[in-house]
């Protein structure tokens, strides 16, 4: 047990678990940070709901929203730092999660306070659906960011975070990593997004991804269709070519843009201290 808000020590013992042999690519990193950004990208702007406050993803509304299938095993992963710190929140502890496993797979340092409260009861859990649905395309894309308070940048600058991890048949139907070192935080998404061979690939279940798979190649690399649309999409592309070409703007706009995600339906007076959450119940002040 630490001292309430010594979130240095949480940040050490979150980076401790991040090795995991037996699983996926050795790393817990990536599904930390999937659950980090599933844990705010559930915000609308227009009402106000959903968001980094909450954690929502306890109650089974949220936490088995098909979109989030798979995500459990980052909840595990974390139980036993929430067990040693019980006084971090969760909502705290999963955005400080992702923020922790970025920085260590190296990638960008990003700025994050805490403060935020879990919800008591699921009244205020956000509706399933508000998540990306990744065989789409970008007008869906902009649809689901712009709710959140996204412009294009921010959108093609959020999905470098593809360079983490993989899919998997089991959770989203989708199957297979972007990267050849998918525990490593890098721009190489976009470098191949640009630069290889995509076909389009119908899985056995029927779901469709595009795939840059030769019979003689070891490595099976895929994309999303929402990926796709990065490239396809004419607003979108000159970001896709940045950030490809030039890595130290990509971590410093993926910095930027990772805090704001991390903070979406949070309001802060000058101290940091957040002015819309009910401390004492959890979950925001409606
Ligand atoms: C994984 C979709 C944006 C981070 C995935 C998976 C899908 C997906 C289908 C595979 C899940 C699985 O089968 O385990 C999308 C779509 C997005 C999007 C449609 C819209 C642009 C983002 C953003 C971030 C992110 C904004 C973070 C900033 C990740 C990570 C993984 C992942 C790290 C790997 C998880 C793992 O290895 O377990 N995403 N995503 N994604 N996503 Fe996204």
């Not at 010594?6 to 817990?28: C, M, N």
């Not at 980094?52 to 139980?79: C, I, K, T, W």
């Amino acid at each position: 047990m630490s001292q309430k808000g010594d979130f240095g020590a949480v940040r050490k013992d979150i980076a401790k678990l991040l090795h995991q042999p037996e699983y996926d690519d050795g790393s817990a990193g990536p599904v930390l940070v999937r659950l980090a950004w599933h844990s705010c990208g559930t915000y609308d702007s227009e009402t106000d709901t959903g968001g980094s406050n909450g954690a929502g993803m306890r109650y089974e509304q949220e936490g088995g929203d098909p979109a989030n299938a798979g995500l459990q095993h980052a909840r595990v992963f974390l139980e036993p730092v929430k067990e040693k710190h019980a006084w971090i929140t969760y909502s705290d502890l999963w955005t400080l999660a992702g923020v922790v496993a970025i920085k260590e797979m190296g990638g960008p340092d990003i700025p994050w306070q805490g403060g935020r409260t879990d919800y008591v009861g699921e009244t205020k859990l956000p509706p399933r659906g508000r998540l990306p649905d990744a065989a789409q395309g970008s007008d869906h894309l902009r649809f689901i960011f712009n709710r959140m308070g996204f412009s294009d940048q921010e959108i093609v600058a959020l999905s470098g975070a593809h360079s983490l991890g993989r899919c998997h048949a089991d959770r989203s139907g989708f199957d297979g990593p972007w990267v050849n070192n998918p525990t490593r935080f890098s721009n190489q998404y976009y470098i191949l997004l640009l630069s290889l061979q995509w076909r389009k690939k119908k899985l056995p279940s029927g779901i469709e991804q595009f795939t840059n798979y030769d019979e003689d190649s070891e490595t099976a690399l895929m994309m999303l269709p929402t990926d796709m649309a990065l490239r396809n999409d004419r607003a979108f592309l000159p970001f896709v070519e940045l950030y490809a070409r030039n890595k130290e703007r990509f971590f410093a706009d993926f910095s930027k843009v990772f805090e704001k995600l991390s903070e979406l339906g949070i309001v802060r007076d000058a101290d940091g201290n957040i002015t819309n959450v009910d401390v004492e119940f959890g979950g925001y002040i409606s």
